[in-house]
């Protein structure tokens, strides 16, 4: 008798965690790949982060009555392995509608060929490799190439009127995907590149560069390199009294820019996705949240992560709360103009490549600023 | 491409960088002279030389003429110090088939290596892998206009600064006492011994010359820069060697022309082709110049020992 009186008890007590999981809100998880260790693990610590302010904003905000979404983090060590062990995991939780990550392209496809024929969305923060996106309609990202940068700051420069251009690129796989970005947007929209000149990594002398460029008398130099190049280059470009006016990639995007070529670099315009000092309302709730929880301003980095939760935390409020990896696939391919701080996103619903605005800005007074207009 | 004035403007620019290849390789071919051993880690005293200078300028921020005998005197310090450690250990023996070794000449060279990357990754951990600016003051970027060419005022001081170290050195190895021994240290370290000069003080005194002909070529095109870093030294380093190598080894004045020979055919070629190629035309050029003249351009014949 006894024995009956505690399995009835234990079926009771069962029966009822099952009554209220029914009464309370769905769980929908989204699994989230970074590396959280070895010498990546700064980079995931950022996703984790940012990730982790998000999604606290998302639940208080009751955008999705009917259900709570949680973040599972997994570490996937930057290591291809691990990744594809990760996908495993995730694609046999029920639970989990979506996934986030990887942090490097090569991890991020490795684990995104078992997505892809297992059929679970996957939107990687930082993925560039243009292969990426081309694994199946399942993978997105949010952050853009340079396939979409050079035409960007084509169309810029053309509507500010200067119609040829001189490009200057440093001479490895990056350098050449950003000639070939700029080259063909600026080409396709009428304008005339007057020269393309490629230097080797570590080269600090411009000189004979700009000399051969400038006699031609391009209505710009487009620079794709970084910033200890661009210093170099614009001081140089000084130096010879060459006014010719610098447009760049958003590698050149660091302090350490202005720091070290100073007056030289005023002026020097190049478009964004990211920026702390960005005056938009949303840029500036995320950086004193960011700086307040955590001690440092937040970089690039982890305004992919807050961005690409905020993307899949949108699709899925859109789906509704019986969300499934099909239908949070179809809403992230739909997704227009979504406001977030790296600009606003929308994917080609084909290509799933993302759109975005950036932010434009120029050298002033010593400090990058936004600029208004042309 | 005409012969116009922007074809000018490119062989002032070969010849400033020329100038820069030309400042490295003073220090460089002294050195292989006196042990015939090529000093690897004397891109390092370069670079220590850039830093020192940093370090003072930011700390003291005195006038430009004082910066220059401190960055000598640690030139000296680093050129003693690096003949301690590196080259000394290696001539305990002097017998003749010790000097005449060749194991014994490609460890020295090693150890040199050695010392050079020990140096650079110590400064990697103190200032890190990032350029490092320089306060604007002391910058030698004025453009200075020549009718219609532009020059750097840095390139004009360096062009200075080689022509005086060239003159300098001229003076010391055949006008003194000092230069006398260090010709002699060279032409057969045995035989000077056997006469009664003091080899060792002999090297010491080459390098503590070398390296301050080094850190201060290293302070100078920091300043020319604008920018310096730990890794500074390696590429006009190689130039430089391949400009000594060139020149025939052990002729300074050699090294020197052909630096500026290798610093406006890199620029001239800037016209013709990518300057991604430029390095090519570097190596071409070593390349014809030891099939054709195997002791260098401005070598002449000597016992390799």
């Known amino acids: ?374 | 491409m005409v012969f116009d004035v922007f074809f000018l403007q490119q062989v002032i620019n070969g010849l400033s960088i020329g100038c820069v290849y030309a400042l490295m390789a003073i220090g460089f071919t002294l050195i292989f002279g006196v042990l015939n051993v090529v000093n690897f880690a004397h891109g390092e005293v370069y670079t220590i030389g850039a830093f020192v200078g940093l370090m003072v300028i930011t700390a003291l921020a005195p006038p430009l003429l004082a910066v220059v005998p401190l960055v000598l005197a640690v030139g000296a310090a680093s050129g003693v110090g690096l003949e301690r450690i590196a080259f000394r250990p290696f001539r305990r023996f002097t017998d003749e088939a010790s000097q005449k070794s060749r194991a014994m000449r490609e460890a020295t060279l090693l150890s040199s290596l050695a010392v050079s990357i020990v140096a650079r990754e110590i400064m990697m951990h103190i200032f890190g892998g990032d350029m490092q600016g320089i306060p604007s003051g002391y910058l030698l970027q004025q453009p200075v206009a020549i009718g219609p060419i532009m020059v750097a005022s840095g390139s004009l001081v360096i062009f200075a600064t080689s022509a005086v170290m060239l003159g300098a050195l001229q003076f010391l190895l055949y006008r003194t006492q000092t230069g006398l021994g260090i010709r002699a240290v060279s032409n057969n370290q045995l035989g000077a011994r056997y006469v009664g000069i003091n080899t060792d003080r002999t090297i010491v005194t080459t390098f503590a010359v070398g390296s301050m002909l080094g850190a201060t070529a290293g302070i100078l095109v920091g300043l020319y820069d604008g920018a310096i870093s730990p890794h500074m030294g390696f590429a006009p380093g190689v130039k430089a060697f391949v400009a000594m190598v060139m020149g025939g080894l052990s002729s300074i004045p050699g090294a020197v022309a052909c630096a500026l020979l290798l610093g406006v055919s890199e620029s001239i070629a800037t016209e013709f082709l990518s300057s991604g190629w430029k390095d090519l035309i570097t190596y071409s050029l070593l390349v014809i110049t030891l099939v054709f003249f195997p002791q260098g351009l401005f070598g002449h014949g000597r016992e390799r020992a």
């Open chain 1, 1 to 374: 008798m006894r024995k009956h009186a505690v399995l009835g008890a234990v079926l009771g007590a069962m029966l009822a965690t099952i009554a209220t999981a029914q009464a309370a809100d769905r769980e929908i998880v989204i699994g989230y790949q970074a590396p959280l260790s070895g010498d990546r693990s700064q980079y995931g610590e950022m996703f984790r982060n940012a990730a982790q302010i998000k999604l606290e904003a998302f639940n208080a905000s009751g955008k999705l009555a009917g259900a709570k979404v949680a973040i599972t983090f997994e570490d996937s060590k930057d290591d291809p392995k691990e990744a594809r062990n990760i996908a495993h995991k995730f694609l046999d939780n029920s639970k989990v509608v979506g996934v986030i990550g990887d942090f490097s392209s090569t991890v991020s496809m490795a684990a995104g060929e078992i997505y892809a024929a297992e059929k679970m969305p996957q939107l990687s923060q930082t993925a560039s490799h243009p292969d990426f996106t081309k694994l199946s309609p399942w993978q997105f990202r949010n952050i853009t190439t340079q396939a979409f940068e050079g035409p960007y700051n084509a169309d810029w420069i053309l509507a500010a009127g200067k119609k040829t251009a001189a490009v200057i690129y440093i001479q490895n796989d990056w350098g050449i995907s950003a000639l070939d970005g700029f080259v063909g947007g600026f080409k396709a929209k009428g304008g005339t590149i007057t020269a393309t000149e490629a230097f080797n990594p570590g080269n600090r002398d411009f000189r004979s560069i700009l000399t051969k460029v400038a006699r031609q008398k391009p209505d710009v130099i487009y620079l794709a390199m970084f910033y200890e190049e661009g210093a170099a280059f614009a001081q140089q470009r000084e130096q010879l009294g060459i006014k010719i006016p610098l447009y760049g990639t958003s590698s050149l995007y660091s302090p350490k820019l202005i720091e070290l070529g100073r007056e030289s670099v005023e002026g020097l315009h190049l478009a964004t996705t990211f920026t702390p000092d960005n005056p938009d309302p949303a840029v500036q709730t995320f950086v004193k949240e960011y700086a307040a929880r955590f001690k440092s301003e937040p970089g690039m980095f982890a305004a992919q992560a807050y961005d690409a939760v905020g993307i899949m935390l949108d699709a899925i409020a859109k789906a509704g709360p019986s969300v499934t990896r099909e239908s949070l696939r179809d809403a992230l391919a739909a997704t227009t103009g979504y406001p977030g701080v790296t600009g606003a996103t929308s994917f080609d619903p084909v290509t799933r490549e993302p759109a975005k605005a950036l932010a434009r800005m120029t050298v002033k007074d010593g400090r990058f600023q936004v600029v208004t207009g042309p």
